[in-house]
């Protein structure tokens, strides 16, 4: 692909984000959560591995606990069980149970509205805190770079394919996005990923973006 001018590509950059959003009318997390705790535990646990997945733990696990202050007093050897299926289950019990005793013990039990105090949360990146942000809050404090967002992004040639880490390849989305866009760009880009810009074989032909998009990295 010839190199593009900076205008030309946020003309791009805009352009996918409105097809994105009439693909996506409604587009949102497929985590199941019903309080911003819920969510903030639905998306530590979803560190690699699918919102299926963690949809059938968390079905069982958010009635077993329901407030902070029951996550707080669990046994880690038994929540480490219920949440095995999750993958990394040690790792992850320590940033739920660490999370629900600092929110607590710093934050009136309330999950805080603030990008800077998640991120103070064990177990919390830019990424867990930008979808609780979003998702919970409707605050577009950033973009969500997931593996889903990494991927097509760089396939449309928004961010250079070398770009990383995660946190490199967020400011170069913000740069190109208006702050109103944040959530909707963030929202609808992972599903596009999950269900057509898929990993393997990307379905181009079904793809709305098709003619905006040089296919970076794609085999032919
Ligand atoms: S055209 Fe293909 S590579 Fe480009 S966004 Fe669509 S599915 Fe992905």
């Not at 990424?127 to 404090?141: D, H, L, R």
């Not at 967020?170 to 999950?194: C, M, N």
Request: hydrophobic share 40%.
């Amino acid at each position: 692909m010839p190199r593009e001018s900076k205008a030309n590509r946020k003309a791009r950059a805009l352009e996918i984000v409105s097809r994105l959003e009439r693909s996506y009318p409604h587009a949102t997390t497929e985590l199941r959560w019903s309080d911003p705790f819920h969510l903030l535990v639905a998306v530590i646990l979803s560190a690699q591995c699918t919102d299926v997945a963690v949809n059938k733990v968390t079905e069982t696990l958010f009635r077993k606990y329901r407030k902070p202050q029951d996550f707080a007093s669990a046994d880690p050897a038994i929540f480490e069980q219920e949440i095995h299926s999750t993958g990394f289950f040690r790792n992850k019990t320590k940033s739920v149970l660490g999370a629900a005793r600092m929110v607590i013990d710093e934050f009136g039990g309330e999950v805080p509205h603030t990008m800077e105090e998640l991120l103070r949360l064990p177990g919390v990146q830019r990424k867990t805190g930008n979808v609780v942000m979003q998702i919970a809050f409707g605050e577009p404090s950033g973009i969500v770079v997931d593996t889903h967002v990494d991927r097509v992004s760089k396939r449309l040639g928004l961010v250079a394919t070398t770009m990383k880490p995660p946190e490199k390849i967020e400011q170069a989305l913000l740069d190109i996005y208006p702050r109103d866009k944040w959530i909707v760009f963030s929202q609808t880009l992972v599903l596009h990923g999950r269900y057509v810009c898929i990993a393997r074989k990307p379905r181009c032909p079904d793809c709305v973006l098709e003619d905006l998009c040089p296919k970076i990295g794609v085999a032919k």
